[in-house]
T-cell receptor, first 108, second 110 residues
């Protein structure tokens, strides 16, 4: 099946810093989503981005489908940004395949 | 629009028992998928239902099953529970590709 690798696995930053999270995938996909999992386990949709660039406030994402990677940018980090960020991809109707996530800690 | 809802939110069962979890999708969404999240294996796809038919299934034993009703609500069942089935079970609904997740059911098997 398709492989998804996220980096870095862990990231500790000071409030106000910027960060870039990376997602590499092994095959062409028709769906790529970024999620933030809150402490209660809920997966919150950040972006649906199988290709191109999108922005939502302090967050933006870029997917280069031909090179099989996606980047999530977080600017001016806040403590509420802490948590686990997942990249998930889908090929056809095979269900989402998730990466292992990036555990982000923003310190005040 | 109301989001995806899952019931119950928490459940404690004993080995050997069976359990049924319920998921109500976003209104108008006909596809419902189920995922299992454990610390060791991460998030894994269980199965997907569309218009009451299982469209795809992940690599899980036959003890894991599901169904979808005509109103798109879905249930998943796990029979003969094992300790390793302790996990967060997440349901997602979609209109086409983008999936929206519910809050999950946290199952503990003792």
């Amino acid at each position: 099946g398709i492989q998804v690798e996220q980096s870095p696995p862990d990231l500790i930053l000071q409030e106000g810093a910027n960060s870039t999270l990376r997602c590499n995938f092994s095959d062409s996909v028709n769906n790529l989503q970024w999620f933030h999992q809150n402490p209660w386990g809920q997966l919150i949709n950040l972006f649906y981005i199988p290709s191109g660039t999108k922005q939502n406030g302090r967050l933006s994402a870029t997917t280069v489908a031909t090179e099989r990677y996606s980047l999530l940018y977080i600017s001016s980090s806040q403590t509420t940004d802490s948590g686990v960020y997942f990249c998930a991809v889908e090929r056809g109707a095979d269900g989402l395949t998730f990466g292992k996530g990036t555990h982000l800690i923003i310190q005040p | 629009k109301a989001g995806v809802t899952q019931t119950p939110r928490y459940l404690i069962k004993t080995r050997g028992q069976q359990v049924t979890l319920s998921c109500s999708p976003i209104s108008g969404h006909r596809s419902v998928s189920w995922y299992q999240q454990t610390p060791g294996q991460g998030l894994q796809f269980l199965f997907e239902y569309f218009s009451e038919t299982q469209r795809n299934k992940g690599n899980f034993p036959g003890r894991f099953s599901g169904r979808q009703f005509s109103n798109s609500r879905s249930e998943m069942n796990v029979s003969t529970l094992e300790l390793g089935d302790s996990a967060l079970y997440l349901c997602a609904s979609s209109l086409r590709y983008e999936q929206y997740f519910g809050p999950g059911t946290r199952l503990t098997v003792t």
